[in-house]
């Protein structure tokens, strides 16, 4: 009767702890968890008094305790069950923000546990407690410290499966009936559900550690794990994955990237159809769970479109050369190393852990069949790509509007744009190339104009950096198409005024740029800060290199062009004259900023001798020259 007292205390707190405690009223949040705790202690009491009995009655001593004893023993029963209440004392004062008090019942744990030997009645309870400590100390910044608890949990689970792996007893039975006792199923499920909880601290604490790629291993195990176990929310699993496929695209490793983005959109359909208006019937929680739903969504929308940016992005580096147009010697090498490489890529595949169960598995091959992970090589490769970006930019959009999310907004235009600029680079017609830039053009330039200059000063100093260079690249494709069709001596009236223009924007926005950089009385920095130092310098050499590029038949309008040509290239000799540091930012524009500046002056004098002879020839009829 005085144990099944006991059981029935340690349910009640269970109770109160799992379920009570989430009625509990803002002005005392920890009522039913002070309550359990209390339950706790007197269990703990209890346990004392039946070891006294056992001892008065011949049982074992201290002494024996004390020096060791298996798991399975009286003695290391009784160990194990004053270790469970120890740890569910220590539970109890974390969760109540008592952290030191927590922290010391959980090592009364480890010393109550430290002379058994591990054993099917003791190895979930060596494995929590220190799951339990290494979350503590994670807490407190002692990573390291977090780092040898856990790393020991996970050393004590892998000599356990290695020498034993039968299905150990879960903490609960310590205090259960016999006719209440886990199946081997559960108690499987639960203990392999302790071990992936310490894969999942192990991933943080690496993390944190800035073993990054330790950190991915871990992070990808326990996803594949909690889909094994059936224990995982839909879309924060799903989320998880997307997230963990941006480190494997920084290293370049877009096979697993890819397969975390299919598993992610496949697991994250199971949360269920999200609708795309609120029903007036719904409540406010059930409104704020697909409101929740829509934006997870929308991040994994994110998350792919990175996916097709870094594909192509990456293929192009390695097809331009060093003028970074396309390489079509390269482009057939790597045509012709295809076949072997997808060889490589299939072993890859077999080795890596897949995500997935009998009803998810044949729906994320499926989904990663629509999207390449391999570098594509010409412009049908690149727009199969570049379509599927495409498609979750409309989807991120549909969440992430202007309204209320501007800035999430302009980082997908901004990542909408530069897909059309690496699909431009396969282009090889030079009039589709242009369009695709006035695409560009089309989606930022309203949006840069529309900004608030006050609050949103750093994104539109982007915006006006990137409208520029655009700009700057149809300056050289109309330029380029024109040379093709015709003499270049010979160019019509309204290529030369498209021409004109296309340079006159480029170097207004650049002008704008640099305007935002000054003062509010309107002065120029003396001084660069590093953030801004490359992008201001190499905008002062390209409006320099825009003027002398303005086509014009008027000798004073082509000496104004020069003369603000030359201004700026002083610019950029002259501030890295006074600041040495700022050289190695702007080498090669430094380079060929000195030279302008030295042959810039000659264009001028040439153009005042043209003008003086005009102005003579001019005069001697009685004409104007203007």
């Known amino acids: 009767m005085a144990w099944r007292a006991i059981c029935e205390k340690f349910i009640n707190a269970q109770n109160l702890v799992e379920i009570e405690s989430r009625k509990d009223p803002e002005s ?25 009995t056992e001892e008065e009655n011949g049982g074992e001593s201290e002494d024996g305790f004390s020096q060791g004893f298996s798991g399975d023993s009286p003695a290391g029963l009784q160990a194990a069950k004053l270790g469970a209440v120890e740890y569910y004392l220590g539970v109890n004062h974390i969760d109540t923000e008592e952290l030191s008090a927590g922290q010391e019942h959980l090592m009364n744990c480890i010393k109550l546990l430290e002379r058994c030997r591990v054993s099917p009645e003791n190895v979930s309870l060596f494995i929590h407690v220190r799951n339990q ?9 002692e990573t390291e410290t ?56 192990l991933a943080q604490v690496y993390r944190n550690l800035g073993q990054t790629e330790r950190a991915a291993t871990y992070c990808h195990c326990t996803l594949q794990r ?59 929680t059930e409104n704020e769970h697909w409101e929740q739903l829509r934006q997870k969504g929308a991040e994994i929308a994110r998350c792919w479109i990175k996916y097709c940016l870094n594909l192509l992005q990456d293929a192009k580096k ?26 490589e890529e299939e072993k890859c595949k077999k080795s890596t852990l897949m995500f997935g169960s ?15 992970c391999s570098f594509p090589l010409d412009f049908t490769e690149a727009r199969a790509v570049f379509l599927v970006g495409q498609n979750y930019v409309t989807q991120a959009k549909e969440y992430f509007q202007i309204d ?81 069709q015709t003499d270049t001596q010979s160019l019509d009236n309204h290529t030369i005024k498209k021409f ?50 303005l086509i014009t038949f008027s000798p004073l309008a082509q000496l104004e062009n020069l003369s603000k040509s030359l201004e700026n290239y002083k610019y950029v000799v002259e501030y890295c004259e006074v600041h040495p540091e700022a050289a190695t930012a702007v080498e090669a524009e430094l380079e060929l900023s000195k030279e302008m500046v030295g042959l810039v002056p000659f264009a001028s004098l040439r153009w005042l001798y043209i003008e003086n002879i005009l102005f003579n020839f001019f005069s001697y009829f009685g004409w104007s020259l203007v």
């Open 28 to 52: 005392d949040p920890f009522r039913s968890r002070y309550k359990a705790r209390e339950l706790l202690k007197e269990i703990y009491c209890s346990l004392k008094n039946f070891e006294a």
């Open 133 to 141: 400590l290494g979350i503590l100390w994670a807490g407190r910044d």
């Open 146 to 201: 977090a780092q040898e608890f856990l790393e020991t949990a996970e050393s004590i689970y892998q000599c356990y499966m290695k020498e034993d792996g039968t299905p150990p007893t879960d903490m609960t039975e310590y205090f259960t009936t016999e006719e209440n006792l886990l199946t081997h199923q559960e108690r499987t499920k639960r203990f392999e559900l302790a071990y992936t909880h310490t894969m999942y601290y």
């Open 226 to 284: 909690q889909l094994q176990l059936n224990q995982f929310s839909p879309m924060e699993w799903a989320l998880n994955a997307a997230t963990l496929s941006q480190y494997y695209i920084t290293k370049g490793r877009y096979m697993e990237g890819r397969h975390c983005l299919s598993a992610a959109t496949v697991i994250s359909g199971l949360a269920g159809e999200v609708p795309c208006e609120p029903a007036a019937q719904e409540s406010e």
């Open 318 to 343: 390695l097809l331009e050369d060093n003028i970074g147009e396309l390489d079509t010697d390269r482009q057939e090498e790597l045509k012709r190393a295809r076949t072997h490489n997808e060889e």
């Open 358 to 372: 009998e009803d998810t598995f044949d729906a994320i091959a499926s989904l990663e069949e629509k999207v390449c």
């Open 404 to 484: 209320g999310y501007v800035t999430d907004h302009i980082e997908i235009l901004q990542d909408h744009s530069a897909l059309f600029k690496t699909l431009a680079f396969f282009e090889e017609d030079l009039e589709r190339r242009c369009k695709m830039h006035k695409r560009r053009v089309d989606m930022i330039e309203p949006i840069c104009n529309d900004l608030n200059a006050k609050y949103y000063l750093l994104i539109r100093r982007q915006l006006m950096f990137e409208l520029a260079e655009t700009f700057m690249e149809m300056t050289d494709l109309k330029l380029a198409l024109a040379n093709r």
């Open 500 to 549: 004109n223009y296309l340079c006159s924007a480029s170097a207004k926005y650049f002008q704008m740029f640099l305007d935002s950089l000054c003062f509010p009385e309107g002065k120029f920095p003396e001084h660069l800060e590093e953030e801004v130092l490359r992008p201001a310098l190499v905008a002062h050499f390209r409006v320099g290199r825009l003027h002398s590029r």
